[in-house]
């Protein structure tokens, strides 16, 4: 009886011990996160720039009063359409009529003290010619006297004392016309003072009307500040009456954009945009100004854009908030990827590279991680899978730095940008030994900030990486070389030849010129990258196009074509256009041999020069699209990423992608570059579903309705 006993209580024991691991083993399957996959897709990609800003007619008027007063009347109210001259208000006149009444008063008293001055004149006149005749009498009486004291019938004081009267008589013309001269001056003073009281008339009946205020354009009165028996009082400022829209056909949007998005902006770019009281429905615009004032509102710097606003059915009204999106750039037939799986890293994967994370509009830093991964060596940057970025990282592990040291080393990378980039403007023969020379710059100053025992490991680094290079260009140095070249083409800012296309024709940059420019360099190396050749291939259109069709050539053969294509250029044009590159090839290989500090003026003049002759063989349709095309290519750039995808037995295996455009949800890809494939529906992975890592609930949710 025991034994039996002591038997069924081992079964038991054994039953609970089986279901306890096979609880504990089913809980533990269950918190294993899943990866949440998601697809690769090829389509259209739209760059945007998102801002927000207040509608308002393009023409506003601001009415106003000059001159002080009670509003009498208010003619005008909100909403009324007026007609310029239309009187919409009148202030009080019986003041300013008052001022007339005295005004003309002391005219009519001006004018009579003219007739005053013009009898005395009159008078002067009179006195004039009785003194004159008075004279010419004594001047007889003197002439016969004097004959008869010759004959001796008079004695000499009768003469003489004729002579006294004729001279006293001559007083007496010089004195009158003294008067006249007076009484003259004095008739021009009295008209100057009938003028001055004149013009003081004019100012007081220009007060009087001033009292009708009028609409200055037609238009439609959108505020109304007066009311009848306010007081307007008109002292530095004047005050506002009345705001009249002169066309609510014809609105705009002033948006607030930030620094950081202004350099994306052009005009003539297409935006579109809602307001809230009209849920659902979409307006269309364009950019028709970028404003350079800048704003500062605690420490934010904003840029005002203003962008045309069609109302042709009047139901947009001024003052309504705007949510704008300028699309800043469209690509079409592109691979692209979602952010999500640029973001995000499979947990318990090892990940040396961590290129940059997507965020928005872009990825910040390409350009430095573009050139750094070129000084450092091919070598480097294969034999560490990362390039300057897992050297840092490396440096980070290895030799345990502090926080201090990491953002010492972050500044000395930081100080040397212009330094690196200017690698690739540097003829080809002198690549490597200034490459050189930047990596012992390099590592002198970040020797500096570590300490001696931090020292010891870092020069065993760079002699494992030195090694390495050595022996790959040993084995290898050709190739080398063309990666090399391929590395500095790919990086460089240049314009992407067309929506979609590969590494040999997708990197993006600042404008189509400046493919011009890099590819006139190229071409004194190559001729068959000449600006004057015809363009005999197009790049690649695969994201996965080979390095050997990449590089200056092929982005300006694309450009080229694009421009023909586009623009439809007729055969006169294309023998233009070559002329054009031709004579423009010496220019640009003269920017290399510029001092570094005037390369980047002779650039931009060269890119100006190129974009104004190619526009003066173009007709009025042509310069308009070919605008659009500089708009379109001025804001690409490219810049790396990765992604993780499925690989054997559904382990995430990591895929160097080089991105372009993103619209804040997908990125364009432009290449792969560590020899792996990416196409169209294949997965890539996003996030993670179920377990105890996940974002999501773990639990099934908690079902509708009151709970018991």
Do not use: C, H
Not at 546 to 560: D, N, V
């Amino acid at each position: 009886m025991k034994l039996r006993t002591l038997i069924v209580l081992l079964l038991i024991a054994a039953a609970l011990a089986g279901g306890t691991w096979w609880w504990f083993d089913k809980r533990a399957a269950g918190d294993q996160p899943q990866l949440r996959t998601a697809k690769v897709e090829r389509g259209t990609l739209t760059a945007t720039v998102a801002a927000s800003g207040t509608l308002a007619a393009t023409v506003q008027v601001q009415v106003s009063s000059q001159v002080s007063g009670q509003i009498r009347e208010v003619l005008a109210d909100f909403n009324a359409e007026v007609k310029k001259g239309q009187v919409i208000a009148r202030i009080d006149p019986e003041t300013f009529e008052y001022r007339v009444r005295q005004a003309q008063a002391d005219v009519d008293a001006a004018q009579a003290q003219v007739g005053v001055q013009q009898a005395t004149l009159a008078s002067r006149r009179a006195d004039l010619s009785r003194a004159t005749i008075n004279l010419e009498e004594a001047k007889r009486d003197l002439d016969r006297k004097n004959d008869l004291v010759e004959r001796n019938f008079i004695s000499p004081a009768e003469r003489d004392k004729a002579r006294s009267v004729f001279r006293a008589l001559e007083q007496d013309v010089v004195t009158a016309n003294a008067q006249i001269d007076l009484a003259q001056a004095l008739l021009r003073n009295a008209r100057s003072t009938v003028q001055q009281r004149e013009a003081l008339l004019s100012s007081a009946r220009v007060d009087l009307s001033r009292t009708i205020i009028r609409a200055p354009v037609d238009g439609v009165v959108i505020k109304r500040s007066i009311e009848p028996g306010q007081t307007v009082a008109v002292s530095l400022a004047a005050p506002e009456l009345f705001l009249i829209a002169q066309n609510l056909r014809d609105m705009q949007v002033e948006v607030s954009i930030d620094e950081a998005e202004v350099s994306r902006l052009r005009v003539g770019q297409k935006t579109t945009f809602t307001v809230d009281a009209f849920p659902g429905r979409t307006f269309s615009g364009l950019v028709t100004q970028v404003r350079k004032a800048a704003l500062n509102v605690q420490n934010v710097i904003t840029y005002t854009a203003v962008v045309s606003a069609d109302n042709e059915s009047l139901v947009l009204l001024p003052g309504m908030t705007a949510n704008v999106r300028v699309i800043t750039d469209v690509r079409e037939k592109v691979l692209k990827v979602p952010n999500a799986a640029l973001r995000f890293k499979p947990p318990g994967v090892t990940d040396p590279s961590k290129s940059a994370s997507v965020s928005g509009a872009g990825f910040a830093g390409s350009t430095l991680q573009a050139a750094l991964d070129l000084v450092l060596s091919q070598a480097q940057a294969q034999g560490q899978g990362g390039g300057i970025q897992a050297y840092r990282e490396r440096l980070e592990r290895e030799l345990a730095l502090t926080d201090t040291q990491k953002a010492a080393i972050e500044a000395i990378f930081v100080s040397m940008r212009e330094r690196f980039a200017g690698v690739r403007d540097a003829p080809q023969e002198e690549r490597a030994a200034l490459s050189e020379k930047l990596r012992n710059d390099l590592r002198r100053r970040v020797n500096e900030v570590l300490d001696p025992a931090q020292r010891k490991t870092f020069a065993s680094i760079n002699a494992e990486i030195d090694a390495r290079r050595a022996a790959m260009q040993a084995g290898a140095g050709s190739s080398s070389g063309a990666a090399s070249g391929a590395v500095a083409a790919s990086t460089t800012n240049a314009p992407a030849a067309t929506p979609g296309a590969s590494a040999s024709g997708a990197a993006a940059g600042a404008g189509a010129a400046a493919t011009a420019a890099a590819a006139t360099a190229a071409a004194a190396k190559s001729p068959s990258a000449s600006p004057s050749a015809s363009p005999s291939a197009s790049p690649s259109a695969s994201t996965g196009g080979s390095a050997g069709q990449s590089g200056p050539g092929a982005q300006l053969r694309a450009f080229r074509e694009r421009l023909e294509r586009d623009l439809a250029l007729t055969e006169s044009q294309r023998t233009q256009l070559d002329g054009i590159f031709t004579g423009m090839r010496e220019r640009f290989l003269a920017v290399r041999e510029a001092p570094e500090s005037e390369r980047a003026k002779l650039s931009e003049a060269n890119r100006a020069e190129l974009r104004a002759r190619i526009n003066d063989i173009l007709d009025e349709g042509q310069k308009k699209k070919y605008a659009e095309i500089l708009v379109e290519l001025s804001g690409r750039t490219v810049s790396r990423g990765r992604v993780f995808v499925p690989g054997p037995e559904g382990k995430p295996v990591a895929v160097e992608l080089r991105l372009g455009l993103s619209d804040g949800s997908t990125t364009e890809v432009i290449a792969i570059l560590n020899g792996a494939s990416l196409a169209e529906g294949d997965l890539v992975y996003v996030g993670i579903i179920g377990g105890a890592t996940s974002p999501g609930p773990a639990s099934p949710p908690r079902p509708a309705g009151p709970r018991l």
